[in-house]
């Protein structure tokens, strides 16, 4: 079967003449009267009687020419569908992230995205686990650290810099912390992927252990953030999620030439041949907003 003799044949009705429909498709006569003929003999069928003043359909004619038109009308609709989807995200964009991260930067993301693209819903999971995004059903991930699979195309969000925080108010009533050393005669709130006995800080090529009483362990970011601004000691946090409340008095940075890890950030999504627009669109905001709070 060929929809090109099927939609030359509809497009001759319509137009009322060979020559019309030759016009409006961009073709020559001779090609639009072959196409007909040659649809005429593969369905063993007279469609059009020819005079020399118009055209006429034959019962037969009429009987194709009704339900042709109306499936290529479906067929057009469903490519000017396409086209609208491929221009407007829309359907469902599930993406996950470590639930740290998640806490802290992406309800912002979401709710952006969301009033940008209204036809666009979200579903995010915020989880620890490593999550196959092919097979799991996922479109996008945000992921800290080493990237284990290869097979997935990754754009760089910057990086994670972890630093030594403490609240004014401690720090107005604690003994003066000048070097690391004096971390060991302050109460440290710790989290446990970090270190449960101690922190590594860096200083230019320079490197130091800090041991650690190990009081009080915690492996949710937002719990030790949280205590550290009440005044309960001192943390080593991501800067990011910090920024906040450095700008508002809430916390203040300690020793700002010692820094922790640095830990990479990136969008991670499948290889795919087309990209959806709802990844695409996704993808441009995220940048946009995450990648300024990073280090480059």
Known sequence: ???????????????GSFSAAARQLGLPTSTVSTRVARLERRLGVTLLQRTTRRLHLTEAGSLYFEHASTGLGYLMEAEAALDEARQQPQGTLKMTAPADLGDALLGHLLAETQARYPALSLELWLTERYVDLVAEGVDVAIRMGELRDSSLIAKSLGTIQWALFASPAYLQQAAPINSPAELAQHPCVQFTPMGRHHWELQR???????????????NNIGVVKTMVESGQGVALLPTFICQAAVRQ???QRLLPEWRGQADAVHLVYPKQRFMPPKLRGFIDLAVTALKPLFVA
């Open 249 to 251: 008095g809430g916390l």
């Open 204 to 218: 230019g090529a320079n490197e130091i252990r800090v041991p650690l009483p190990g009081q009080v362990l915690v």
């Open 1 to 15: 079967m060929d929809f090109n003799e099927a939609a030359v044949f509809v497009r001759v009705v319509q137009a």
